[in-house]
């Protein structure tokens, strides 16, 4: 579990602004993240890949042959404006691998947008991590993953077995003046 939490937080990193009501993040390879207001995705971060299945990962090569080398300069960067319940999902492929953005955002309407308690974030980082492999060991589900080795020519279909891991952090109130 703890390579996997590494995995996520080394491959997407992010900060926010409560001035500019903003967070900033840093994304390299095929782990990401979504912004999801109410019902809608409004960004979802692109996955890095040299060639299919093959993603951009952060490694040390001492110059051996044949191995690709990226750098946390090769990553993707952003910034999102942010509101009070906004709900961003950090993951590694295996979740995004294996769900589409709609199963995604269903398991998320469990958590008070507005209200949120560690416990319903984390009952639904749990639920999006567990879905996701079931999904993954189902051979007869069209998966996002199967859906794009199809669009390679790739005669695949079912959920792709990988490292499942999922942080959810909600956007509270915190850029307003308290009263003094």
């Known amino acids: ?31 990401g993240f979504m912004v999801v207001r109410g019902d809608v995705v409004v960004y979802q971060s692109q996955e890095q ?3 299919f299945n093959t993603p951009y990962q952060l490694s040390i090569s001492n110059d051996r042959l044949g191995v690709i080398q990226d750098r946390p300069s090769d990553a993707d960067t952003t910034t999102i404006s942010i509101q009070k319940g906004d709900l961003i999902v950090m993951a590694t492929d295996g979740l995004f691998d294996n769900m589409f953005q709609q199963q995604i955002v269903e398991r998320l309407k469990i958590i008070d947008r507005y209200a949120p308690t560690y416990e319903t974030l984390k009952q639904a980082a749990d639920k999006l991590a567990a879905d996701a492999r079931n999904l ?25 077995l990988d490292d499942i891991t999922v942080l959810l952090a909600s956007v509270v109130n915190c850029w307003e003046e308290e009263d003094t």
């Open 49 to 51: 890949q040299h060639y």
């Open 136 to 160: 993954a060991m189902d051979e007869d589900y069209m998966s996002p993953f199967a859906m794009k080795a199809q669009h390679y020519g790739l005669n695949f279909r079912g959920g792709k």
């Open 1 to 31: 579990l703890s390579k996997n939490v590494a995995k996520a937080v080394v491959s997407t990193q992010s900060t926010g602004d409560k001035e500019k009501k903003e967070v900033s993040a840093a994304n390299l390879g095929d782990s």
